[in-house]
């Protein structure tokens, strides 16, 4: 009961729309169920059977969880920002997490992001699983803050047709990108202001969830080519309006990896956060 009343209680603060409360309420439970039963028993647990987790490439999380030793390591965290798409299917969130290794004083702590997909069954379940690593946050706010992913497919959801141009345009957006990437250094600062959106946040290693200018600043003391990495998967939610890319692999290790939440927006896709990390 206090864990319902508190979910509860947050909710009710963050006054979230009323399509990103599931998703909020799924990350609760997650982290919830890492107290209760333990970090790897609540990722099997709360993970889709295609979901990926980093390592520090994308790599089958359910495969990877399953060889993982059960070392009583804690592994504390809670939403900070939060998306839903209109079809209600798809949504993310990202927040600081912290953790502990047992008779260790001091922990580790950092930011995740995630993307969550609704079954056939109607719950949510984890997609992808990301994160980086910097230091403990002196006050984290404790509030989720919502992000606005419907617009004008709110009320005019996307056909057959166009759900796979949007597709094929995110392939490409997210390859245009990898491709600037990939040039030496300061070739792709042109390309991120094409696609970052207004919202925008990144997420580097060292760094807590960065927005706006400081983003910009941010992204601009990436090495080259970290983030132009083969592409591994990516998903289009039902409405078009939400979807993800994600890349890495051990071919090119200084390519590092990526996690991109993408926004459709004015007839095309905006990075509305990035992750990468070497």
């Not at 509860?8 to 169920?33: H, N, R």
């Not at 039963?37 to 709360?46: D, M, S, Y």
């Not at 984290?140 to 597709?167: F, H, Q």
């Not at 039902?238 to 993800?244: I, M, P, R």
């Amino acid at each position: 009961m206090p864990i319902t009343f508190a979910i509860a209680a947050l909710l009710s603060a963050a006054a979230p729309q009323p399509s990103a409360g599931p998703v909020i309420a799924a990350e609760y439970d997650f982290a919830a169920d890492a107290q209760q039963i333990g970090v790897r028993r609540a990722f099997l647990a709360h993970f889709d059977s295609e979901s990926w987790l980093f390592r520090p490439q994308p790599v089958p999380a359910l495969a990877a969880l399953a060889r993982d030793p059960d070392d009583g390591a804690s592994l504390v965290w809670t939403p900070e920002i939060a998306g839903v798409a209109a079809s209600g299917d798809m949504g993310f969130t990202s927040g600081p997490w912290s953790a502990h290794a047992p008779g260790v004083e001091n922990g580790v702590h950092g930011h995740f992001l995630t993307i969550w997909k609704r079954g056939d069954d109607g719950v949510w379940r984890v997609q992808v699983d990301g994160g980086v690593s910097h230091p403990p946050l002196e006050r984290p706010t404790g509030e989720v803050k919502i992000v606005s992913i419907a617009n004008e497919i709110a009320t005019a959801p996307p056909n057959i047709d166009d759900l796979a141009r949007r597709r094929s345009a995110l392939e490409k957006s997210d390859d245009e990108l990898r491709a600037a990437l990939g040039k030496p250094q300061g070739g792709a600062s042109s390309t991120w202001q094409k696609f970052a959106d207004p919202e925008w946040r990144v997420l580097r290693k060292g760094h807590s969830l960065t927005e706006g200018a400081d983003a910009t600043a941010l992204i601009a003391q990436d090495a080259s080519p970290l983030g132009s990495a083969a592409r591994r998967a990516l998903d289009v939610a039902a409405s078009g309006d939400l979807a993800y890319t994600i890349g890495g692999n051990t071919d090119c290790k200084a390519c590092g990896s990526y996690f991109r939440i993408w926004r459709w927006s004015d007839q095309g896709w905006r990075l509305l956060v990035d992750l990468e990390k070497p």
